[in-house]
């Protein structure tokens, strides 16, 4: 009979408790009960990184160390992303670009590694016609990791399989060389994309107001519902009243109807 892997550290339903806590203060993030395997696994890289023993060593050094909070965050978010993902948006999105021939501020408030960002630049170039679309589109996440990886603009070929032939060879470079298989964004839509870190519990966000349309999607499912309405509250004052708010496909904001009308296919407008 095949015995269980022993654990390279200890880690009990307390341990979870404290780290989820933690996280939910620092984030919002609420992790669910199901999440403590994905909780053990990522956090005891960084005990093995920092040569500690235990889990409450780790919140302890967490206490003392406030350069540590970037990593436990990086560490905890999930980053699942894709170009086109929900490939309806982008359809929506270019429709009212479209009807709306002006400039577009756009916010992107989990930008991840920047696959959605330079979705939303290419979409607008289609709706416009041209490279160099009117948009200003700011890029946000809370993982400075990803972030990092965003702004490089460069992506495993494999990545666009599902993507037409007419959008790779207009919106991208290929790799040659040492980068064999790789791929490089067009420097004329990464001019348009202003990647920064925000975490959406701070108490003040460097984000312009009249705002034409915020991507944030599969974003509000991690908080709470208090949470989700003081967010939303607070994003919903940035936009326009003709603006145009992208939710991800498993949220529902029934229970906020006073902040936004839903317009159908998960696409909200404000409420004023």
Not at 16 to 40: C, H, N, P, W
Not at 135 to 140: E, F, K, L
Request: charged residues 25%.
């Amino acid at each position: 009979m095949v015995q269980p892997k022993q654990k390279e550290f200890a880690f009990s339903q307390k341990d979870f408790e404290q780290v989820r806590k933690r996280l939910l203060e620092i984030t919002g993030i609420s992790l669910a009960d199901s999440k403590d395997s994905m909780v053990y696994s990522r956090l005891a890289r960084r005990l093995r990184s920092l040569k500690l023993s235990t889990f409450v060593e780790y919140l302890r050094y967490l206490d003392t160390h406030p350069d540590e909070t970037e990593q436990f965050i990086n560490a905890l978010t999930t980053n699942l992303t894709s170009f086109f993902r929900e490939s309806h948006h982008f359809d929506i999105l270019t429709e009212h670009l479209q009807q709306h021939p002006r400039h577009h501020t756009i916010w992107c408030s989990a930008a991840s590694t920047g696959e959605e960002p330079y979705s939303i630049a290419m979409a607008a170039a289609e709706a416009f016609g041209r490279i160099d679309p009117p948009v200003s589109i700011i890029a946000t996440d809370i993982d400075s990791q990803v972030l990092r990886t965003a702004q490089q603009a460069v992506y495993p070929l494999k990545h666009l399989d599902k993507m037409s032939i007419a959008r790779k060879r207009r919106f991208f470079f290929k790799g040659k060389g040492p980068n064999q298989g790789k791929v490089k964004v067009v420097p004329e839509l990464v001019k348009l994309i202003e990647f920064k870190k925000l975490n959406l519990l701070d108490k003040k966000w460097d984000i312009p107001s009249q705002l034409d349309i915020i991507f944030c999607r599969n974003v509000m499912i991690y908080f709470d519902k208090p949470t989700q309405v003081d967010v939303l509250g607070r994003m919903v004052k940035l936009m326009r009243p003709d603006g145009l708010y992208f939710a991800g496909h498993s949220e529902n904001f029934n229970h906020m109807s006073s902040l936004l009308k839903p317009l159908g296919q998960t696409v909200y407008r404000p409420v004023r």
